[in-house]
Structure formats: structure tokens, C-alpha cells
């Protein structure tokens, strides 16, 4: 049994949908299953504050500071 036929009866959902679609989101307390072509990863950016430490000339440390997230793309959706 599949993960999407898992969900779909769990969620008491028929589905019928074209192989293309192969990303799912499931979102809490909602009965639809959403479902996308495309997918992309959000891009993250780093900051880090150095710190030099005294006795250790030779580096200096990197200390994460904040991290950005980008946005997360989902293209070509339907519902369920």
C-alpha cells in the first residue's frame, strides 16, 4: 500500500490523481489532501559572529548567529 492510498484512507478521501502530482501536503484539521508537480527547497543563509580566542592566533571561530529561510515553492496544485 502506498503512502497517498495510506493517507487517502485515513483521511477517507478517493483519489484518482495523474502520476505527475507526487508531492502531498497535509495540513491539520483540514479533510483535503493537496497535492503539487513541482517542489523547491528554500534557500538559507547563515550570519555568523567571529570570535577570536585568546591563545589560538591562528583561527577564529565561527559562531552562528541567525539563520534566513527562503520561501518553499509548490507549483501546479490541486485538491483532493
Known sequence: MSALSSVSSFLGIRHEIHNDFRFNVIIDDMDELF????????????????????????????????????????KHGITS
Not at 62 to 69: E, F, G, Q, Y
Open 35 to 74: 497535492t503539487f508537480t513541482e517542489f523547491a527547497l528554500p534557500t538559507l543563509t547563515v550570519e555568523y559572529d567571529t570570535w577570536k580566542e585568546g591563545g589560538q592566533n591562528s583561527y577564529a571561530h565561527k559562531i552562528p548567529k541567525r539563520v534566513d529561510m527562503g520561501t518553499v515553492r509548490l
